[in-house]
């Protein structure tokens, strides 16, 4: 069961790795990125962060959507995350599972605008976004479990 899809581009850190990670009863945590699924030194890092009683995954976006599909992922409690809000985009596109993304944290970039305290996105991940929170999907900006739910259409 998928609990929670969170867009961080820090990946996988201590907020993420423990508050998250408990907050939703998560077993297992998949990584679902394009580059890092082939980089033997990032995933030999983000392995440092995890939980010791939780499962880290890493797959690429499509076989992330393939493993979901398959029902592989259906024994776990499963906390995705994704490294920017487009990956995020593809991720939900293709699986009917997803139901509830959190934006967490974004870089900022030349051509992005601040929504939220660290959340900063271009007018082409509005778009995605909003099409998303318009598909049924809840879209939360929130960095901490704790923190307040702040609905995406409401900051922009």
Do not use: C
Not at 11 to 26: R, Y
Not at 34 to 41: P, Q, T, Y
Not at 135 to 147: H, W
């Amino acid at each position: 069961m998928i609990k929670m899809t969170r867009i961080d581009y820090r990946l996988l850190h201590g907020q993420v790795a423990f508050a998250w990670t408990k907050n939703l009863s998560a077993n297992a945590i998949l990584i679902a990125n394009d580059n890092v699924v082939n980089d033997s030194f990032r995933k030999q890092t983000l392995n440092l962060a995890k939980p010791n009683d939780t499962k880290l995954i890493f797959k690429s976006i499509d076989d992330s959507i393939a493993a979901i599909k398959s029902g592989v992922t259906d024994k776990y409690n499963v906390f995705i995350v994704v490294e920017n809000v487009h990956d995020a985009y593809r991720l939900a596109k293709g699986t009917p599972e997803i139901n509830k993304i959190n934006l967490g944290l974004s870089a900022k970039r030349d051509d992005s605008k601040n929504i939220a305290k660290a959340v900063y996105v271009t007018d082409e991940e509005i778009k995605e976004l909003t099409e998303l929170e318009n598909s049924g999907i809840e879209i939360l900006v929130k960095q901490a479990p704790n923190d307040a739910n702040i609905e995406f259409r409401s900051l922009v």
